[in-house]
C-alpha cells in the first residue's frame, strides 16, 4: 500500500514537471499564447519612442499588435494601429527599411 503511494506521488510530481518545463520552454522561445496589448495608446508619443516591434495577427491573437519601447524608462507601450500618428511612424519604419 505505501509502495503504490509513494509511485502515485512520483507520477503527479513528475507531471507537474514536465508540464512546468513545456510551458517555460514554449516562453523561452518567444512563442506568447495570447495578445500582449490589452489597451493602446492613441495619443502622439513619437518623440519619446526609442524602437517600436511590429507583431502581425496570429493563432494567438487576432490583431495587429505594435509595441513601442519608450528611450528613458524603457517601459513598452502598445500603439493603437489604428492612430494617424502611428501609420506614419510604420510607412517611415518601413521605408527606412526598404533603403
Known amino acids: 500500500m505505501t509502495s503504490s503511494r509513494v509511485i502515485a506521488i512520483s507520477i503527479v510530481v513528475l507531471l507537474a514537471f514536465l508540464a ?5 520552454t514554449l516562453r523561452s522561445l518567444g512563442v506568447e499564447l495570447h495578445c500582449r496589448c490589452i489597451e493602446t495608446e492613441s495619443k502622439p508619443i513619437g518623440r519619446h519612442i526609442e524602437k517600436v516591434e511590429l507583431i502581425p ?28 500618428w502611428v501609420k506614419k511612424v510604420i510607412n517611415k519604419i518601413m521605408s527606412n527599411k526598404q533603403r
Open 20 to 24: 512546468a518545463s513545456e510551458g517555460m
Open 57 to 84: 495577427a496570429n493563432s494567438h491573437c487576432e490583431e495587429t499588435e505594435i509595441i513601442a519601447t519608450l528611450k528613458k524608462t524603457g517601459q513598452e507601450v502598445c500603439l493603437n494601429p489604428n492612430a494617424p
